[in-house]
């Protein structure tokens, strides 16, 4: 699906209704569900990377004849719970991706050194982070990119190349933005919602080992407590089941 494409048939569909009102006479709630439909397939859009509604994403491989999975952190790095993602990540011998907000990379520089020197992979994740950051306009998402991209790039010597948007909510806005920055956009298929307060952390698990398949990309978080059970027991059922455990960057080279 392409917005852009979306919207040229919208505009066509409803110069079409207003034309055939004139002559046969529709009722106006026609146009009203019409835009209305419109605005829900806008939401949907805006929330739904896998559909490529705004921009192009990468959420998996594919491919059922891939053995691959790719586990994604967003949000860190954290103080007490990155260390102890990256010591279980060493353990089992496998290789992840950690999407870095700015302000947090900034606060604990040590960390983000120790993931690249631990051999993973480093995104972009916004320099902010902020609840209402998807209404941003163009230019203050080019700033929030750059701004995490000069973070990262004075603690590591370069700049990242994969950019994941937070809530995973894409825009027009963003659309431009990442025109402009000429990141790569990582999505995911399988969110685990490993933050929710209410969720007990076998109920995570099981929901996470039930919708694993071939290709995946998981949504994970490096900045709460559950996270060190909820890896393990990820970690001991992937490889139980013969899976590889690569980072998002492999995936894209299989792809």
Same mark, same amino acid.
């Given at each position: ?18 034309? $055939? ?23 949907? *859009? =805006? ?15 594919? =491919? ?35 999407? $870095? ?12 050194? !120790?993931?690249?020197?631990?051999? @993973?992979?480093? +995104?972009?994740?916004?320099? =902010? ?7 941003? +306009?163009?230019? $203050? ?31 027009? @806005? ?8 000429? &990141? ?15 969720? &007990? %952390? ?6 996470? !080992?039930?919708?694993?398949?071939? +290709? ?7 900045? &709460? %407590? ?6 393990? @027991? ?6 139980? &089941? *013969?899976?590889?455990?690569? =980072? ?8």
């Amino acid at each position: 699906m392409n917005f852009k494409r979306t919207l040229i048939l919208f505009i066509v569909l409803f110069i079409a209704l207003s034309l $055939c009102s004139l002559f046969m006479q529709f009722p106006v709630w026609v146009f009203y569900v019409l835009i209305a439909l419109f605005l829900l397939l806008l939401i949907v *859009g =805006s929330f739904s990377m896998s559909h490529n509604f705004f921009l192009k994403s990468f959420t998996n491989l594919n =491919s059922y004849q891939s053995d691959a999975i790719a586990l994604t952190f967003d949000d860190g790095p954290h103080p007490l719970y990155t260390p102890k993602v990256l010591a279980l990540l060493k353990k089992y011998k496998v290789k992840a991706t950690f999407f $870095c907000i700015g302000k947090n990379a900034e606060k604990y520089p040590e960390l983000v050194q !120790q993931i690249v020197d631990a051999g @993973h992979t480093i +995104g972009n994740h916004s320099y =902010s982070h902020k609840p209402y950051i998807g209404f941003k +306009g163009t230019k $203050c998402w080019i700033e929030e990119l750059e701004k995490n991209d000069a973070v990262l790039e004075a603690i590591l010597g370069k700049k990242p190349a994969l950019f994941r948007p937070p809530y995973g909510v894409t825009t027009p @806005h963003l659309a431009k933005a990442i025109e402009f920055t000429k &990141h790569t956009v990582i999505g995911w298929s399988l969110r685990t919602y490993d933050t929710s307060p209410i969720r &007990h %952390k076998d109920a995570m698990l099981k929901s996470i !080992q039930r919708n694993i398949e071939p +290709g995946a990309v998981i949504l994970l978080h490096d900045t &709460h %407590k559950n996270i060190p059970y909820i890896l393990e @027991h990820t970690l001991i059922y992937l490889q139980h &089941h *013969g899976y590889r455990t690569v =980072s998002v960057n492999e995936l894209i080279d299989e792809k």
